[in-house]
T-cell receptor, first 116, second 111 residues
């Protein structure tokens, strides 16, 4: 039983298209995240939601829009895809928000997006 | 904000010990983590250490924390070829206490 699952795992699409990546967690966590890993393997947070409320919104083009219909789901929609959007996108979740207790973050398997 | 640094590459021979080092800047980080990423795979939580601990051992893994110097290390004893991966150090930081990752250390294990 996968704790954090995201789909699709691989996505190849043309520039200018709009695409979505879906994420679901069955851990009962309150907080979910989207991280981006670029071609050099650098990981950077994009967004975080806590109980459907946006709490982190890093400097990301507004072509990227997260949507959290409930606390178990956090989807990422990307409009007008560009070549530079090619990366691996990781969904993650944690029980709490913030720097408290042992707030371990659990990651999904990643979605490999290639824009051609 | 938090900044996490680690060297990018490490090469060892099978059977040797590997030591991957990491430094961080935010002294208020309460937990520090090591994640492993195998080629083409996601991030797997390896271990973590609470900031009031100096050392944590878990089978072949030993984590050492020097809080004064803000230095964290991961030692892998008897390194195997299956340990070849990228190892990410991460510290709690950021405006909402989210994880800040280092750039990852690529460990290559030669037979």
């Amino acid at each position: 039983d996968t704790a954090v699952s995201q789909t699709p795992k691989y996505l190849v699409t043309q520039m200018g298209n709009d695409k979505s990546i879906k994420c679901e967690q069955n851990l009962g966590h309150d907080t979910m995240y989207w991280y981006k890993q670029d071609s050099k393997k650098f990981l950077k947070i994009m967004f975080s939601y806590n109980n459907k409320e946006l709490i982190i919104n890093e400097t990301v083009p507004n072509r990227f829009s997260p949507k959290s219909p409930d606390k178990a789901h956090l989807n990422l929609h990307i409009n007008s895809l560009e070549l530079g959007d090619s990366a691996v996108y990781f969904c993650a979740s944690s029980r709490f928000r913030g720097n408290r207790l042992r707030n371990t973050i659990y990651f999904g398997e990643g979605s490999w997006l290639t824009v051609v | 904000g938090e900044d996490v640094e680690q060297s990018l590459f490490l090469s060892v021979r099978e059977g040797d010990s590997s030591v991957i080092n990491c430094t961080y800047t935010d002294s208020s980080s309460t937990y520090l983590y090591w994640y492993k990423q195998e080629p083409g795979a996601g991030l797997q939580l390896l271990t973590y250490i609470f900031s009031n601990m100096d050392m944590k051992q878990d089978q072949r893994l030993t984590v050492l924390l020097n809080k004064k110097d803000k230095h964290l290390s991961l030692r892998i004893a008897d390194t195997q070829t299956g340990d070849s991966a990228i190892y990410f150090c991460a510290a709690t930081g950021g405006s909402q206490g989210n994880l800040i990752f280092g750039k990852g250390t690529k460990l290559s294990v030669k037979p």
